[in-house]
């Protein structure tokens, strides 16, 4: 049977962005901790061993496939910052339009730092993201 890898744990997320080495990196996760924390409302918690998440959501597949993610999220990475946002929410393309400096994957969009991107359209796609997996899986619990 599957298990999830990646996981909320109860380790320090103030010690994960301190153990940063890249100084600049570092200061933009405190950046980002703010506006993800004052954006959603959550607090943040670490996902795994490098994801910084804000809220849960329960999803179930039509496959019997389930689980807990985070709503958002974001983890400063050696080669790029990656925030991480709902997939299949066509509203996302339209606000990284005005976004600025970034590369896309399928569930990452990646940056070198916050200063290349347009903060307003951050918490724009920050609250898309979280309206978009609360009315995708409505009967997920909140965990404030």
């Known amino acids: 049977m599957y298990e999830q890898k990646t ?10 962005i301190e153990n940063v080495d890249n100084l600049k990196k570092r200061e ?21 061993p490098s994801i910084i998440g804000f809220g849960t959501y329960h999803y179930k597949y039509e496959s019997g496939h389930e689980g807990d993610a985070p709503l958002v999220g ?14 299949g929410d066509l509203a996302r393309e339209a606000l990284l339009k005005d976004f600025g400096k970034y590369t896309v994957a399928k569930a990452c969009v990646y940056i070198n730092k916050v200063a ?29």
């Not at 933009?28 to 795994?48: C, H, N, Q």
């Open 7 to 16: 996981k909320e744990t109860d380790n320090s997320v103030f010690e994960f």
């Open 28 to 48: 933009d996760a405190y950046t980002l901790l703010r506006i993800f924390t004052e954006t959603t409302g959550y607090p943040a918690k670490m996902w795994g």
């Open 74 to 87: 974001f983890s400063p990475r050696k080669a790029k910052i990656s925030l991480y946002f709902a997939t």
């Open 116 to 144: 290349d991107i347009n903060v307003d359209v951050l918490e724009a796609l920050i609250n898309q993201s979280v309206k978009f997996l609360k009315e995708t899986y409505p009967n997920s619990e909140p965990d404030l």
